[in-house]
């Protein structure tokens, strides 16, 4: 499954847990201890506040990430935004020599593995 899906997939998640938090809140607004409901009210914003800042921190990385690999790597340009949302900058950082030695190492060009697919495969 592709990074972007699991993130729709977590996105529509806590939009409904967010709407079932939502509509019980009022139960425990109009209850004696009201305390329940306000705490509803807050973690609301705070889930949906903090998966929002997560993600615009990962599409900034993966911007980052992309800009070192095209960099070093100007053949693989087409590539788009997409493909590097689950690679770090400091992944392509720390194999750029690792793949700049096997750009060059013929053995490695007879096996018809791109030097994208060697970065995805390094970071598991």
């Known amino acids: 499954m592709s990074t972007l899906r699991k993130w729709i997939g977590i996105g529509l998640a806590e939009v409904v847990l967010s709407l079932v938090l939502i509509a019980i809140a009022p139960h425990f607004l109009n209850s004696p201890n009201p305390t329940a409901g306000f705490l509803i009210w807050l973690a609301v914003p705070t889930l949906l506040g903090s ?38 900058a400091a992944q ?4 750029l020599e690792m793949l700049h030695a096997a750009r060059d190492d013929a053995d490695f060009q007879s096996l018809r593995i791109s030097l994208f697919d060697l970065l995805r495969s390094s970071k598991r």
């Open 92 to 95: 392509v950082s720390a194999n």
């Open 51 to 88: 998966s929002g800042l997560y993600v615009v921190y990962r599409i900034v990385d993966a911007q980052r990430a992309r800009r070192l690999f095209i960099s070093a790597f100007p053949e693989y340009a087409h590539l788009s935004l997409k493909s590097f949302l689950a690679i770090s």
